[in-house]
């Protein structure tokens, strides 16, 4: 079946260290998404790609970067993690063909930046 | 900028009751889907509702769109103890951008 993971599912990571998060989709979608999750805040956009080389930015994009060299593969680094990024972060993937707007979500990482 | 705000914020029902949640949102949109997350876990797509129509229905879901009010409603009926998650609405504001905004966030939580 085809499905979206990430890895890894915990880190935890110390200020200033470059990190990434890994997310695979075996859908074979065009979309792919990174949010992050807070209480308070609910999802937030932090980047997206419509398709391979395309990346664009969302609400939150400071302080990370993405890049899309395969369809199956958005890695989200955070180019020099910070205490206010730690969070739950989740990708999803969607079809960009069509009408097809629904969203597929990975299982999350839960990143602690200490 | 949060487009869609659900209410209320949390919800505690007993097993067999109805639940309603709503969802408002501030700009024009093409479609609005209700997602739900369980626990420690990604959030799975419940339905969509396109801007053109006004009522749709999914097994015991029902969702109902009010564009002129920019709201729209998600009834869980003779709920189950497993639907205890959170529910959030988003928005797809622009045609073609298929981006999702999300709201906050309804906690339902069903007792036995």
């Known amino acids: 079946d085809a499905e979206i993971t990430q890895s890894p599912r915990h880190k935890i990571t110390e200020t200033g260290r470059q990190v990434t998060l890994a997310c695979h989709q075996t859908w074979n979608h065009n979309n792919m998404f990174w949010y992050r999750q807070d209480l308070g805040h609910g999802l937030r956009l932090i980047h997206y790609?419509?398709?391979?080389?395309?990346?664009n930015k969302g609400e939150v994009s400071d302080g990370y970067s993405v890049s899309r060299s395969n369809t199956e593969d958005l890695p989200l680094t955070l180019e020099s993690a910070a205490s206010s990024q730690t969070s739950v972060y989740f990708c999803?993937?969607?079809?960009?063909?069509?009408?097809?707007?629904?969203?597929?979500f990975g299982p999350g990482t839960r990143l602690t930046v200490t | 900028s949060q487009q869609g705000e659900e209410d209320p914020q949390a919800l505690s029902i007993q097993e067999g009751e109805n639940a309603t949640m709503n969802c408002s949102y501030k700009t024009s949109i093409n479609n609005l889907q209700w997602y739900r997350q369980n626990s420690g876990r990604g959030l799975v797509h419940l339905i969509l509702?396109?801007?053109?129509?006004r009522e749709k229905h999914s097994g015991r879901l029902r969702v109902t769109l009010d564009t002129s009010k920019k709201s729209s409603s998600l009834l869980i009926t003779a709920s189950r103890a497993a639907d205890t998650a959170s529910y959030f609405c988003a928005t797809d504001a622009r045609l073609g951008a298929q981006k999702l905004v999300f709201g906050q966030g309804t906690r339902l939580t069903i007792n036995p």
């Open positions: 999803a993937s969607s079809d960009g063909t069509g009408r097809a707007y629904e969203q597929y």
């Open positions: 509702i396109r801007s053109n129509e």
């Open positions: 790609s419509y398709g391979v080389q395309d990346t």
